[in-house]
């Protein structure tokens, strides 16, 4: 039974993990532009980010929740942010790409930096956790801070290890596109500017109907 909460944690944090979002999209260009062992430490950081956020949520979901009704300009930030950095994708990808060969800077922690900003920074995934942990406790079984400290640390582990694997599945995936010709990192480029702003646009819908 209690190995049902690392089942439980896995499966939520791929569900929540899967849609194209800033932390994907930092982990495929980073494996298209350096590898995949640099774009691994974006995952583990954003891995922690991840639990970091389940764990607020299971604390404070009322909270939270009314922080983020009356605070109306944070959603509007991250909208405006996901917008212009979409449109920046789509720009790049209508350049030609310059035959010079940027040199590598291995920078570690800023990696794991960028990764930890990412997932933290991002008030739609707080919400995603609440929703879940609610779900999990109206229809599943009990979840709360106060259960058992094995079967909340399996949970979270669940999470963890969910988080990062659909990240590195993302990063492999961008690496294959590295491996290939010119052409499919402009169509990559593409693909992420244009999911960008199509997320910025529905969110913007869901605000304004809000």
């Known amino acids: 039974m209690i190995l049902l909460y690392l089942l439980l944690g896995t499966l939520v944090a791929v569900i929540g993990a899967i849609p194209l979002g800033a932390v994907n999209i930092a ?24 639990v970091v956020l389940a764990l607020f949520a299971l604390h404070c979901s ?15 930030t991250f909208i405006a942010l996901f917008f212009l950095i979409g449109i920046y994708f789509m720009i790049r990808a ?12 291995k ?37 709360t801070a106060h259960n058992p400290i094995p079967s909340l640390f399996l949970f979270f582990s669940g999470i963890y290890l969910g988080k990062i694997g659909t990240l590195y599945f ?25 999911a960008l702003i199509t997320l910025s646009v529905f969110q913007s819908i869901k605000f304004a109907i809000a």
Do not use: C
């Not at 209508?94 to 060969?101: A, M, P, Q």
């Open 27 to 50: 982990v495929i260009n980073t494996s298209i532009k350096e590898d995949i062992k640099h774009a691994s430490y974006i995952a583990l950081a954003a891995g922690i980010g991840e």
């Open 62 to 76: 009322v909270q939270v929740s009314n922080f983020f009704q009356e605070n109306k300009w944070i959603q509007v």
């Open 94 to 105: 209508n350049k030609t790409d310059s035959t010079k060969k940027r040199p590598k800077i």
């Open 107 to 143: 920078l570690t922690k800023s990696k794991f930096l960028t990764g930890f900003s990412l997932a933290i920074l991002n008030p739609p995934v707080i919400i995603y956790w609440m929703l879940a942990i609610s779900f999990t406790n109206k229809y599943l079984f009990e979840l």
């Open 170 to 194: 993302y990063g492999k995936w961008g690496n294959k596109m590295a491996e290939k010709q010119e052409g499919s990192k402009t169509k990559l480029h593409k693909i992420i500017g244009i």
